[in-house]
């Protein structure tokens, strides 16, 4: 596995890195420290650094040794999840109901490497921007520095994203052209009723009778309203209503979540939610308010950046080790949001067997450190081939 010498010579640090942030995790908007644990190493590198966007983001821009009309983003995610650690080694998290349970602390420190090798032999022609963003997690810290113009100030080409993906074996690749990930929504339904003693239903209009007939009818969203060989998901994950045993309650809500890969379908899964949601209350003579948000677009990768995308990991890994067709995953990234103005490419580094470090959002997953020098020497290859020198020098 050629691994670049100059950056396996500094695993251990980029080990370092990964298991302080793994230790002291911030969520969204509040990545404070991480945010300036991370200027400080790419000040320390001689990047140009620019702190704040969207709150805590930092940009870090990088020139090459030759000038070049090309310039690329490459993203890494610093957020940690609200979720209580239940690992017992000497890096667990010191912040209580916070962790790094989806790998963030080891995407910043494998971009960290490649910046530091980058930077030592800028062997590219035109610019890189390290964008390092907060607030992945449902809160869309992407959309938010788009708003906040970073792409006015900081203009690319193309962009590039990476997300550790336990289960695909370590020092193995995947990418895909098109859909690698869903969209992301989420639905809010209240249902009034007419709260009362238990042993006098006939006196209430029973709220929970409704929201049992709820669950039961959105199940048939995706397996009778949307076309069959069309990916759909429509999953409650809260019901919220009732204190006590002997009273019925006036009202319940039910929250959950939805995905899709194209727009057509998002929109018939938002239309059949809201007129299964509204046809329950009328049957069951309960009032509905209704609340329906679109998160994250689907992650959607363009064919050209997946070539050059594929090509450096082959590079890395060997050709035999990048699955070209993996299934898309109905999860969610707001990277797509960056996808939505360039184009670029999301590509999945494995992480290993997750029975070792436990699935994504496990209170047991830890990053596998010994992937830290094959992602930051596929950054590495990635920027010095889409920013090749010899490009400097062709028209058009």
């Not at 080990?15 to 790419?42: I, K, Q, S, Y």
């Not at 209704?290 to 050059?308: F, H, K, S």
């Not at 290993?352 to 997953?365: C, D, E, V």
């Amino acid at each position: 596995m050629p691994i670049i010498n100059r950056i396996a010579d500094f695993h251990d640090e980029m080990t370092a890195w990964r298991r302080h942030l793994h230790a002291h995790p911030e969520t969204a908007f509040e990545e404070r420290d991480t945010a300036a644990f991370v200027a400080a190493r790419l000040e320390s590198f001689g990047i140009e650094v620019e702190r704040g966007i969207a709150g805590t983001g930092v940009v870090g821009t990088l020139r090459g040794a030759q000038p070049g009309p090309r310039a690329i983003m490459l993203r890494a995610d610093m957020d940690a999840l609200h979720i209580a650690e239940q690992n017992g080694f000497a890096h667990v998290s010191q912040a209580p109901g916070r962790m790094h349970a989806c790998g963030h602390d080891g995407h910043t420190a494998m971009l960290l490497g490649a910046a530091k090798h980058l930077a030592e032999t800028r062997n590219f022609a035109g610019t890189i921007h390290f964008v390092f963003q907060p607030a992945e997690e449902n809160e869309g810290g992407a959309r938010v520095m788009i708003e906040q113009g970073v792409f006015e100030k900081y203009p690319v080409d193309a962009a590039f994203g990476m997300h550790n993906w336990p289960e695909l074996p370590a020092g193995h690749f995947a990418i895909r052209p098109g859909p690698m990930m869903a969209a992301f929504d989420i639905f809010e339904i209240t249902i009034n009723g007419r709260g009362g003693h238990a042993a006098m239903p006939h006196l209430t209009v029973d709220p929970i009778v409704a929201a049992a007939q709820l669950v039961n009818a959105v199940q048939t969203i995706a397996s009778r309203t949307t076309h069959p060989l069309d990916s759909a998901v429509v999953s409650v994950t809260q019901i919220h209503g009732g204190d006590t045993w002997n009273v019925i309650p006036e009202s319940v809500v039910v929250r959950g979540t939805t995905r899709a890969f194209s727009p057509a379908v998002r929109d018939q899964i938002e239309t059949a939610l809201r007129r299964i949601a509204e046809a329950v209350g009328a049957g069951c003579g309960a009032a509905i308010e209704w609340r329906y948000e679109r998160r994250y677009p689907p992650t959607l990768n363009a064919p050209a950046e997946t070539e050059a995308a594929a090509a450096a990991a082959a590079a890395i890994v060997g050709a035999g080790n990048v699955e070209r067709a993996p299934v898309p995953s109905m999860g969610a990234e707001d990277f797509a949001f960056f996808l939505e103005r360039p184009p670029g490419a999301y590509i999945w580094i494995g992480n290993g067997s997750a029975a070792a470090g436990g699935m994504l959002h496990s209170p047991h997953y830890d990053f596998n450190d010994a992937i830290l020098p094959i992602g930051a020497s596929y950054w590495v290859r990635l920027a010095e081939t889409v920013l090749a020198k010899n490009a400097a020098a062709t028209p058009g």
